[in-house]
């Protein structure tokens, strides 16, 4: 591993050629110079992670030096060599701002130990701000973006419920920002210094669910080799985030309604009564008032975690939001990539504003990214759009081709007649195989066999 780049400014050749094989036998890249102007020169034609300057040099000499390197980079490293009867000359040299100084003679292991606490002084503030940049980036990705109504409501109710105990249930499309929401919420709320813990409830297999949620002791089931804690109790003081509540099984239901009713839980297999002192944030992409008339989720636990209902709309209901969201991503990413891909032509906007987004934020999200990194610079015009932007663009434009005549056309008639189109050339293109042709539409298998029948199309296609 390289352990750093210094630059070595000293008039004495011995002294210089000593220094430099010995900081060499350390790994250290050696630069040396016979002077403060040749420093200088060195200086600007690369980096150093430290400079060792001699004191007395002819041209420049120590103390000029040190002040252009300052006034250059304030953060460069600067160990100042003196010599006998020179103190004062030390005390300037720390007073604008080197970091250490060395007495001639010099002392091989002092000399080691100053470079030594130079660098490492270097790596770790050099990785201090690699993080805080890390963590700047991570902010402005984790910002909540959107200027529709709709969104505005949602941000005057987080804004609202933000700092109470209550429990929320998030519910919307994929990728609508459920979990973007429940975080804006923990990070808003009292609870904020304590963790958010988010366990995906339709992720984990059912039987896994229950103690991934309340933990076991050990010996409570084959397996449990040790005691484990739960994700409730991981959650201690701060917030628990059950994502798609809609698929726990009813078993897990009535538990997790125990903890919001008496805030209190066993691990399985345990005795210990454990008090809970979570927040809980659901969030769902079903419609769980159908799973309750459906008796597939409890009524119980549906109004308990429905105190303050969030709804997040499709991105295709928030039109105006699209376009915010799109240069939002554009900026992160070019910086995230160190790219510089300009805007977004008009064009292409239209475009994007027609498409119907099933996959929301989520989808422009990564659309954005795969034309960042496809691209060096330039705008992202409707060449950079996949096949599928295109497709709905034509669509569009066949249809505005129709003519509606005075005496008016049967509107149900053109549409059948455009379904139909779409679903032969779908079973065409599938050889006539059903379930592909059915996935060529993004339709369920069913949904295609009701459109065939509806609109007559014969049957003899392969299944
Ligand atoms: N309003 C928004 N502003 C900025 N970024 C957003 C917004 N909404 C969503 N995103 C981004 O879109 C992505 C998807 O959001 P998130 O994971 O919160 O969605 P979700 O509703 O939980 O999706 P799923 O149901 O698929 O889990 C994330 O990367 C998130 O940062
Ligand atoms: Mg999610």
Redesign the pocket.
Known sequence: MEQGKILIAEDNDLNRETLAQLLAEDGYKIKTVVDGREGIEAFLEDKFDLVITDLRMPNVDGLEFLKYIKQTNRDNLVIMITGHGTINSAVEAMQLGAFDFITKPIKDDLVKLSVNRAISFAKLRSENISLKEHLKEKQT??????YSDC?KKVFDTIEKVSSSDSTIL?E????????????AIHFKSDRNCQPMIAV?CGAIPEDLLESELFGHEKGAFTGAIRNRMGRFELAQGGTIFL??IGDMSPALQVKVLRVIQEKQFERIGGIKTINADVRIIA?T?QNLEKAVAEKRFREDLFYRINVIPIH?PALRERGS?ILI?AN??LMNFNKLKKKNVKRIANEAVTYLKQYPWPG???E??NLIEMIVVMKEEGEICVEDLPPKFHNIQKTRENSSNIDITDEGINFNDYVNQFEKNLLMKALKMSGGVKNRAAKLLSLNRTTLVEKLKRLDIGDGWVE
């Open positions: 990705f984790d910002k909540l973006i959107g969104m998030i919307g499309e994929s990728g609508t920002g459920k979990e973007l929401v429940a975080r995906n994502d798609e969030a992409n997040l939001d969201l939002h991503f929301n934020v989520r422009l999200q």
